[in-house]
């Protein structure tokens, strides 16, 4: 099933990867790769990574008797990619553009690439440029770059959401330091700060309806400042793991029209010395169970689905490659090791 918000644009950037720093040369875990325990990095015990892979890890010791695994909450995107490299975990969720950029040896990763591949497409996390309706109608925040000049915030200090802000002033020519009153608040805070008036604007990237947010219109009207035609064609020309996506009329009770803006995908990325084998049986068991991963986040039903596989921001580990064929799914060569 195709995501009704995407473009398959994706595809023609599979060998790719996303953000995070690691050691200059990947470790090798040729050696154990395949043992029968696996540890499965996963994010903060209060965000969504942390119930996706608990529902993982059950889903594999439910069903395979030969392996065990494990959730570990960590610090996420980063921190997963690091504990991938080194062997520390077997199994890493991801956002996609943390995924590119340590594939290719770029922005935290510039002292060493990291070698991932994906074992499965999750879902997408969603950019959600947020003010309330009452400041909208003084500032007339119409478009992403009409927040120059006022004070907005880029996420807590080091979060992938930070990361993404960046990399979207990057691609509009503009600057955190200079065009904007930078606050670095995480969720929670930047909500509170618009309530209290001491924040325009604010980042969120996340899955749509996120509890936050309906937690903040239910006080205050919100307003998304929509990612306009020209912006959103240099945001994904300049960093290729984003693709145009449209909010919905409704996802939110006080967001009346439909809004145009970006997302990247999360994924569950392993390294290439995993075996095909072991990465076919991971993949078949985690496809033909997600209605496990569905209940922790009903959210990303429509798109947890072999046809996504087309969306990764690298290329895809062997194991998943033949289990997708298996089912008549056609992989991209661009998508393969």
């Known amino acids: 099933m195709q995501p ?65 695994a494990s959730a ?107 065009d904007i009153s930078r606050q670095r608040y995480a969720y929670a805070e930047t909500a509170r700060a618009l309530r209290d008036g001491q924040v325009d604007a604010g980042s969120w990237v996340v899955g749509e309806g996120h509890g936050s947010l309906g937690e903040l219109e239910a006080t205050n009207p919100i307003h998304l400042i929509p990612i306009c035609d020209d912006e959103v064609s240099q945001v994904t020309d300049e960093h290729p793991f984003y693709t145009p996506h449209t909010i919905d009329a409704g996802t939110y009770s006080t967001v009346t029209d439909d809004v145009q803006t970006i997302a990247l995908w999360n994924i569950v990325a392993v390294s290439p010395d995993m075996s095909e084998e072991r990465g076919y049986e991971l993949a078949k068991t985690l496809y033909e169970n997600v209605g496990s991963i569905n209940q922790v986040y009903a959210a990303g039903e429509e798109y947890l689905n072999l046809e996504t596989l087309e969306f990764s921001p690298v290329p895809l580990h062997p194991g998943v490659i033949k289990y997708a064929e298996e089912q008549g799914v056609t992989i991209p060569d661009e998508l393969r090791p």
Do not use: K, W
């Open 72 to 178: 570990e909450a960590t610090g996420a995107s980063v921190e997963n990619l690091r504990l991938l490299n080194s062997g520390d975990s077997d199994l890493a969720i991801v956002q996609g553009d943390a995924a590119y950029q340590a594939f290719h040896g770029a922005g935290e990763f510039e002292d060493g690439a990291i070698e991932n591949q994906s074992l499965m497409v999750l879902y997408p996390n969603v950019y959600h440029a947020v003010s309330l309706e009452s400041i909208h109608e003084n500032l007339e925040l119409n478009c992403f770059s009409d927040i120059a000049g006022h004070r907005f915030s880029v996420g807590a200090p080091g979060s992938g959401n930070e990361l993404a802000t960046n990399l979207v002033f990057d691609a509009l020519g503009m600057s955190p330091d200079s």
């Open 4 to 68: 009704r918000s995407f473009t398959a644009a994706l595809a023609a950037v599979a060998g790719s990867a996303l953000i995070l720093t690691a050691c200059s040369q990947p470790a090798d875990q040729s050696s154990d790769e395949d043992s029968g325990s696996l540890s499965i990095a996963t994010g903060t015990t209060s965000g969504i990574y942390y119930p996706v892979g608990g529902a993982m890890s059950e889903i594999i010791n439910g069903e395979l008797d030969d392996v065990s």
